[in-house]
């Protein structure tokens, strides 16, 4: 059976500013979602990372269907209106176009789809990152489909011999999708010089050499190219086919152990480490420090089960302390040098403009 796959996710607004979405949000999203089960959709799971809201949804009628995309942006909008009755933080936050166009691609919220033949099982991983942008998936994706000695079934495997295919974005340019295709384990090498520049190139998705088949595939919005302005973090989401011919389960996980320096963090214009949590976390250190978020799902003739917290568990317990001390370190170095990003993706509105004034006082000596 064909089945599509579809997360949209949006920061609509917030109780005590960028912490979490408030209960009665959460259920006015459910319940306009819910009205529409069986008709547009097949299943469906409301969930949040942070304070954006996450709308997980199987249906049929492939990647960027207009019925879909509605469902979503409607949604959106009744819990913004619900936002503003409560006069939470940043209503609509997200919603960066007046009225719906078709496809909300490009419009504020972030989207990741994968249309699929289901196999007799067939699991995946949802993750939904919050206070980062699409470039905090690049390293965990290319050790988990590229790397043996964070995916063992590259070497134990026949189904991962060939290795996989990797399209990669770059989302500084912002006429089309600007698209780039290699391969793993051949231009592993021209694969990293990309990912190295989580700002520039991100990993738009990831296919398997061994069946053809779509095995990852993230959102890739960035947010300031669509408003020509800080809105917020781009908070990326992300689906993951796992078991068979594709990574295991913990192969994937593994590499968001490391809590590796990504953008994001106060006014998204810093640098934290990513922080594994569970289902439904919060947002607090310094609107922070940026975090992901990873449910595990099976999916069967369309329906969902239940979801599967993949990061509930003692061991990411260790991890996050872990984590807690490296966004401590780095906040200690304040404004300075690697603890706050590069003018160029400076995107709080205020320091740009101060510079800009500064620019004009400089005198080149002796002239």
């Given at each position: 059976?064909?089945?599509?796959?579809?997360?949209?996710?949006?920061?609509?607004?917030?109780?005590?500013?960028?912490?979490?979405?408030?209960?009665?949000?959460?259920?006015?999203?459910?319940?306009?979602?819910?009205?529409?089960?069986?008709?547009?959709?097949?299943?469906?799971?409301?969930?949040?990372?942070?304070?954006?809201?996450?709308?997980?949804?199987?249906?049929?009628?492939?990647?960027?269907?207009?019925?879909?995309?509605?469902?979503?942006?409607?949604?959106?909008?009744?819990?913004?209106?619900?936002?503003?009755?409560?006069g939470l933080y940043?209503?609509?936050?997200?919603?960066?176009?007046?009225?719906?166009?078709?496809?909300?691609?490009?419009?504020?919220?972030?989207?990741?789809?994968?249309?699929?033949?289901?196999?007799?099982?067939?699991?995946?991983?949802?993750?939904?990152?919050?206070?980062?942008?699409?470039?905090?998936?690049?390293?965990?994706?290319?050790?988990?489909?590229?790397?043996?000695?964070?995916?063992?079934?590259?070497?134990?495997?026949?189904?991962?011999?060939?290795?996989?295919?990797?399209?990669?974005?770059?989302?500084?340019?912002?006429?089309?999708?600007?698209?780039?295709?290699?391969?793993?384990?051949?231009?592993?090498y021209d694969i990293?010089?990309?990912?190295?520049?989580?700002?520039?190139?991100?990993?738009?998705?990831?296919?398997?050499?061994?069946?053809?088949?779509?095995?990852?595939?993230?959102?890739?919005?960035?947010?300031?190219?669509?408003?020509?302005?800080?809105?917020?973090?781009?908070?990326?989401?992300?689906?993951?086919?796992?078991?068979?011919?594709?990574?295991?389960?913990?192969?994937?996980?593994?590499?968001?152990?490391?809590?590796?320096?990504?953008?994001?963090?106060?006014?998204?214009?810093?640098?934290?480490?990513?922080?594994?949590?569970?289902?439904?976390?919060?947002?607090?250190?310094?609107?922070?420090?940026?975090?992901?978020?990873?449910?595990?799902?099976?999916?069967?003739?369309?329906?969902?089960?239940?979801?599967?917290?993949?990061?509930?568990?003692?061991?990411?317990?260790?991890?996050?302390?872990?984590?807690?001390?490296?966004?401590?370190?780095?906040?200690?170095?304040?404004?300075?040098?690697?603890?706050?990003?590069?003018?160029?993706?400076?995107?709080?509105?205020?320091?740009?403009?101060?510079?800009?004034?500064?620019?004009?006082?400089?005198?080149?000596k002796g002239k």
């Amino acid at each position: 059976m064909k089945t599509t796959v579809s997360i949209i996710k949006a920061d609509i607004g917030s109780v005590g500013g960028h912490i979490c979405p408030s209960q009665r949000l959460l259920e006015c999203v459910k319940s306009h979602v819910a009205s529409q089960c069986g008709r547009i959709i097949n299943d469906f799971f409301v969930s949040h990372t942070g304070d954006d809201v996450a709308i997980l949804m199987t249906h049929t009628h492939g990647v960027g269907s207009d019925e879909v995309h509605k469902l979503a942006w409607d949604a959106f909008v009744a819990g913004t209106e619900c936002a503003k009755e409560q006069g939470l933080y940043g209503a609509g936050q997200d919603l960066l176009k007046d009225s719906f166009s078709g496809n909300v691609k490009g419009m504020g919220p972030a989207v990741a789809e994968m249309e699929i033949e289901e196999r007799p099982n067939e699991p995946f991983l949802f993750f939904a990152a919050d206070k980062t942008d699409p470039g905090a998936y690049n390293l965990p994706v290319y050790l988990a489909f590229a790397d043996p000695m964070y995916n063992s079934g590259l070497i134990l495997s026949p189904n991962m011999a060939k290795g996989f295919k990797f399209c990669i974005m770059d989302v500084a340019y912002t006429e089309g999708d600007r698209l780039i295709e290699l391969n793993a384990p051949e231009e592993m090498y021209d694969i990293a010089a990309l990912l190295r520049d989580n700002e520039r190139f991100v990993v738009e998705s990831v296919y398997s050499r061994e069946t053809g088949e779509i095995a990852a595939v993230a959102s890739t919005t960035r947010l300031h190219n669509i408003a020509g302005k800080y809105t917020g973090k781009d908070d990326p989401v992300m689906l993951v086919r796992v078991q068979g011919a594709f990574p295991a389960t913990g192969e994937m996980l593994h590499p968001f152990n490391i809590g590796h320096y990504v953008a994001g963090f106060m006014r998204g214009s810093h640098t934290g480490p990513l922080m594994p949590v569970k289902m439904n976390s919060t947002i607090s250190f310094f609107d922070g420090p940026p975090v992901v978020s990873a449910l595990a799902f099976c999916v069967h003739n369309g329906k969902l089960t239940e979801p599967a917290d993949a990061f509930d568990h003692p061991y990411w317990e260790y991890v996050r302390a872990q984590v807690s001390r490296k966004a401590t370190e780095i906040r200690q170095q304040g404004f300075s040098g690697l603890a706050m990003l590069p003018y160029s993706e400076l995107e709080y509105g205020g320091i740009v403009q101060k510079l800009g004034k500064l620019d004009k006082k400089f005198v080149v000596k002796g002239k």
